[in-house]
């Protein structure tokens, strides 16, 4: 294991043996990949703060490590092009939709698919859920049929997860 051969590792771990069951419960927790989501998010606005990285920076290295790397596990341009499109594309109908059920406001075409758009609608659907979540307070705690507001908070909360 990394830490009995690695002493950096081993100072970073306090000189503790992580079994591989903790690693890999921690790795596949939502609270994980929350963090991680997060993490990055945070990384990248300060690498584009230092004027490090620019807004439409993707990857174009094609360096990939894998445990079992072999000379078919290269990440060639077109491959990650394709990939930039296709996110894209997906912004724009996430946009769209977020739009028809009049979760956000409207916004000029070029800002939906940038980091800014995408940072505004996260924005305006935090603010949503945090209106819902002061209105479901004053509601009674039970309602016949099921809450409105409780519904659409779930549906606003699924998006802002993705």
Known sequence: ?????????????????????????????????????????????????????????VFIDGTKVEADANKYSFTWRRAVEKYHAKLREKTSKLYEELVEKQVVQEMAPELVTSAEGMEVMEQELAEKITKLDEEIKQEPKIIKGGSVRKRRRRFLKNFAIN
Do not use: C
Not at 27 to 48: C, D, G
């Open 1 to 57: 294991m990394m830490l009995d051969e690695n002493l950096p590792m081993r100072w970073l771990a306090h000189d503790y043996t992580y079994s591989y069951h903790t690693i890999n419960n921690f790795r596949r927790s939502q609270h994980a990949s929350k963090l991680i989501k997060h993490a990055f998010v945070y990384f990248t606005m300060a690498l584009k703060d230092h004027g490090l990285i620019q807004n439409d920076a």
